[in-house]
């Protein structure tokens, strides 16, 4: 523990760690604001992302992971000059290819001229953390985004600002709530590895939309479950994002995808549907195996596609992985895991696509 | 531990991580191949980047952080269908804001048509790891590159290939050895918070220019010691580039900018020196002490390029911190530690000006 403080201390002189103004902020409980990027309100607690029901229905995996906040961020309005948080995670998750800040931290987001913009991430210290965000702001009201943790659960949340200042509710309406696109799939869908919250890429892409993203991937476990699609396809969404190649083999997609797929349909007969490929892994330029593997995934989605095509779908559209993260293979921190430059290039490439299908 | 365990299964369910081959590996000392990247032949341990020295002479913080490997790559050659190593670190640093495979673990490239590709990195377990990098690859022969840790030092490496396939010195000289670009600076220039060590700035400019670059960055610590420009300055170098205004006060900069930029000078008259101003931390948008700090030191920076060419220095070069990172605000974790993304720009953008210094 003495050895991480001193090379804390190594990386943080020279600029101010705790601005005036920690010691004294008011917190206020963040339950009484917005939660923008939840899928289902009938939720055990709530910073999850499947309903209660699921609860013992869905393999167990699927729903510990359902109970990490991914996707889900709070909207508030405040003229605080100082922001900061207190937070108490569900697991104190660590894992060795992802910062402690993607996987149980927090990520600020500010409404600048439309658009938003990133303020600071709040660092994770163990299970409870106190933080201070961003301080000496100038003190016009200004609207937020706080995105929660990708990785871990989220048990509490309060949001700190200076004593004489108020939070409230946003009085924009962005992202816009109706209608969002819901993305289904694997750890990557879920934001593994991004460093911080904003970079993981349906969230990117909720920005880059002005439209709210109901994040459903599940690390190592988006397997085509038919309960959760069942779940999925009661939300009113303008487009179903599948992007869960990375999590099935092909026997799996045989059984399931038709099926899934028809689940969906069912209860959504025109609403856009997008199944995207396996990107292309940067390790698979040297390991043959996992490259055979990808490009026979691939190939059986393709044909699911025409097929669904000519039985007649035609709001069924597809996303080759090819060129999703960029061709130069420094996208990912370990062959098949996003860091933020290659989730800021898949948002970028399915960003067109996807706003044609949403307007 | 538990816990961690199963979330490893959930990510990597759905591809092989352990292939075929770990068990058997052939394991060499890599001691016996060459290392690049290392200004200083007489250290006290081979993956270490100040001169014995100095221990004792310079402040503790910047000897303890020279352990640090960073900027240390392993250059071989073999035909092995898999790579794999066995390595342990002297302090299992760990960090919130910094990947632990950027922090302590391997990254390996290949080159292919004459440029390095990343292949995939080594994920630490602890002070002790062994890991296969990566498998089934076509037996051919082909030239690596692993990079060394960024934040922590290194005591020992091996390298594992199978049993039946042979590891030798490199054939081509790439990076060129002869004199290399010398970086001095802070976090940043150390590597903080790339999530591989392939993707610190200074290790990516090197792959761009094909020359070595030598990583005298010291997170926090870049604080213009006279000692640590009395070593810079007896390397053979095509330029140094100081990259520290993060680390410094005005006051400093008063005090010993001139000093530390003559004791350079002293020994290299003609070899190009570029200064580089504080870059635009993503958070300056929002934090006006910040913003005003990095300023007044960006501008008196201004002020001591302007003097030394006044007096006559006609190879001192400025690089604006503006657009080094790009302008979305995007490319750090913590407003001031950059990512993959952040440090992929500020290598493209520093990349023309220094190939045009050292041709």
């Not at 869908?189 to 459903?216: D, F, H, K, V, W």
């Amino acid at each position: 523990m003495a050895k991480v403080l001193i090379v804390f201390l190594f990386l943080f002189s020279g600029f101010s760690a705790k601005p005036a103004g920690q010691d004294s902020l008011k917190f206020v409980d963040a339950a009484s604001l917005p939660l923008v990027g939840k899928g289902f309100d009938d939720t055990e607690n709530r910073y999850e992302r499947l309903p209660a029901r699921l609860k013992g229905v869905t393999r167990d995996p699927v729903w510990v992971l359902s109970t990490n906040s991914s996707g889900l961020a709070i909207r508030f309005r405040t003229s605080s000059r100082v922001i900061g948080a207190k937070w108490e995670v569900t697991r104190d998750v660590v894992m060795n290819h992802f910062t402690p800040t993607g996987i149980k931290g927090l990520d600020l987001y500010c409404l600048v001229d439309g658009e938003w913009k990133f303020v600071n991430s709040a660092r994770p210290t163990g299970k409870f953390t106190e933080a201070v965000i961003i301080a000496h702001m100038t003190p016009e009201e200004r609207e937020f985004m706080l995105y929660l943790p990708l990785y871990d659960g989220l048990s509490h949340l309060e949001i700190g600002i200076e004593p004489g200042s108020e939070i409230g509710v946003p009085l924009v309406e962005l992202p816009r709530r109706e209608k969002p696109v819901v993305f289904y799939g694997t750890s990557i869908t879920q934001g593994g590895c991004a460093t911080r919250a904003g970079m993981a890429y349906p969230n990117i892409l909720s920005r880059m939309l002005g439209r709210e993203t109901i994040n459903l991937g599940f690390s190592g476990n988006g397997k085509l479950d038919l309960e959760v699609a069942e779940a999925m396809a009661e939300i009113d969404a303008s487009c179903f994002v599948i992007d869960c190649l990375p999590n099935v083999t092909v026997q799996l997609m045989k059984d399931n995808y038709a099926r899934f797929l028809d689940i969906i349909r069912g209860k959504n007969p025109e609403v856009p549907i997008l199944l995207v490929e396996n990107i292309r892994y940067t390790h698979m330029a040297f390991d043959q195996n996992t490259a055979a593997f990808v490009n026979d995934k691939n190939n059986l989605l393709k044909d699911i596609w025409q097929e669904r095509k000519t039985q007649g779908d035609r709001n069924i559209f597809y996303m080759k992985g090819d060129n999703l993260i960029g061709d130069d293979l420094e996208a990912t921190v370990d062959g098949v895991h996003l860091t933020d430059l290659g989730f800021l290039r898949m948002a970028e490439k399915m960003y067109p696509e996807i706003k044609r299908l949403i307007e």
